[in-house]
């Protein structure tokens, strides 16, 4: 599996940006097979769970530090899962790399991940 992440960049406090990750799976497989998640990484700091979707997008986890701000939802027919971010927060700032991994998707570990995509930088100016 190969993620590809976009949609970062820079953004005042307040405002929103989406972020997208499209997978490319096997032939023989299909997304729904992946519980899909985004997880972040600011400068100095260690990756952190953001959060996670089942595999049909019927169960969603967020990390509190987003809940009700963040939202994540995925579309298996375009094998692409979204992070819809809005009253970003400096403290948002960081690298945010989607991940996907058989199964469960209530896991927050970045080693409970098998498959990552490159990071996309989001930014939030005060």
């Known amino acids: 599996v190969q993620l590809q992440a976009s949609g970062g960049g820079l953004v005042q406090a307040g405002g929103s940006l989406r972020l997208s990750c499209v997978a490319s799976?096997?032939?023989?497989?299909?997304?729904?097979?992946?519980?899909l998640g985004w997880f972040r990484q600011a400068p100095g700091k260690e990756r952190e769970f953001v959060a996670a979707?089942?595999?049909?997008?019927?169960?969603?986890y967020y990390a509190d530090s987003v809940t009700g701000r963040f939202t994540i939802s995925r579309d298996n027919a375009k094998n692409t899962v979204y992070l819809r971010m809005n009253n970003l927060k400096p403290e948002d700032t960081a690298a945010y790399y989607c991940?996907?991994?058989?199964?469960?998707?209530?896991?927050?570990?970045?080693?409970?991940?098998?498959?990552w995509g490159q990071g996309t930088q989001v930014t939030v100016s005060s």
């Open positions: 991940v996907a991994r058989p199964g469960m998707a209530t896991k927050t570990l970045p080693a409970d991940y098998d498959y």
């Open positions: 799976i096997p032939t023989i497989s299909t997304l729904s097979t992946y519980a």
């Open positions: 979707i089942s595999r049909y997008g019927v169960e969603t």
